[in-house]
């Protein structure tokens, strides 16, 4: 009789850590579901934090959702984390997100560090001045005349290789450099063309783009080198929204 009971309790006891490890298996499946994308917050129409919603929205948000949808199914498996220029890199890199969707461009400086997509967006680069300024484009800037700029960015040094002469200031973020363009620090302030319309977009008036593009910055997504399956994957989606249309519909939502 003991020893039937014996057979039994061994019986539950297998069972119980049976159903365990499938359940362990189970999370950790669902977890590797999840995809962390670093992602501007101070960005108007890429990245920004919406108060009133308490969420973080934009065209780069929108297109990691997207893929996120293509790779796991579900677009509420994509996690946001806020990065800005300085600190998106080192984030990757110690592992806190898993991929870069931040209006960064590709460059083969960059390359030595990350691997980067396909493009998933053009932009290029120009200035933004006063309504009343003189400036009508790059050629009019004198070596006494402040440009702002963002640190992290390639912006400034574009500027320089251009306008060798050019006194550049640079910001922490695209709020501070506007900012100080609002108080009168710098003359204009330069950065994409994309990211100048968004800072339009919430202004009443006031300001002007001037003058064409002096660079071409296309967008990439960013991910850790030894992550050559998961880039796969991330180009594989970018075709398919293509293909299906979510690409265009997410442009026509957010880019003017």
Do not use: C
């Not at 001037?210 to 992550?227: K, L, S």
């Amino acid at each position: 009789m003991k020893k039937v009971f014996s057979l039994a309790v061994l019986f539950l006891l297998s069972l119980l850590i049976a159903v365990s490890i499938i359940f362990s298996r189970a999370n950790i499946e669902a977890e590797e579901q999840i995809i962390y994308w670093g992602v501007p917050i101070d960005t108007n129409l890429f990245g920004y934090y919406n108060i009133a919603n308490g969420e973080i929205e934009g065209f780069d948000v929108d297109i990691a959702k997207a893929i996120t949808h293509e790779l796991t199914g579900d677009e509420a498996n994509a996690k946001f984390v806020e990065v800005n220029s300085k600190s998106r890199v080192p984030m990757l890199k110690n592992g806190n997100i898993d991929a870069i969707i931040a209006t960064m461009s590709i460059t083969e400086e960059r390359k030595k560090v990350v691997h980067f997509s396909d493009v998933y967006f053009n932009a290029g680069q120009t200035l933004l001045v006063p309504e009343d300024s003189s400036i009508t484009s790059l050629d009019d800037l004198g070596p006494n005349d402040v440009v702002l700029a963002v640190k992290g960015t390639i912006l400034a040094d574009s500027l320089r290789k251009i306008k060798p002469d050019a006194t550049i200031i640079e910001l922490e973020n695209y709020a501070e450099a506007f900012t100080a363009l609002e108080s009168n620090q710098g003359v204009a302030m330069t950065a994409e063309d994309v990211i100048l319309m968004g800072i339009l977009a919430q202004q009443p008036g006031g300001y002007k783009l001037v003058g064409e593009n002096f660079t071409e910055e296309p967008y990439g997504i960013a991910v850790n080198h030894g992550q050559e399956e998961f880039l796969e994957a991330i180009n594989q989606a970018l075709i398919r929204i293509h293909e299906n249309g979510t690409y265009e519909q997410i442009y026509a939502k957010w880019i003017p």
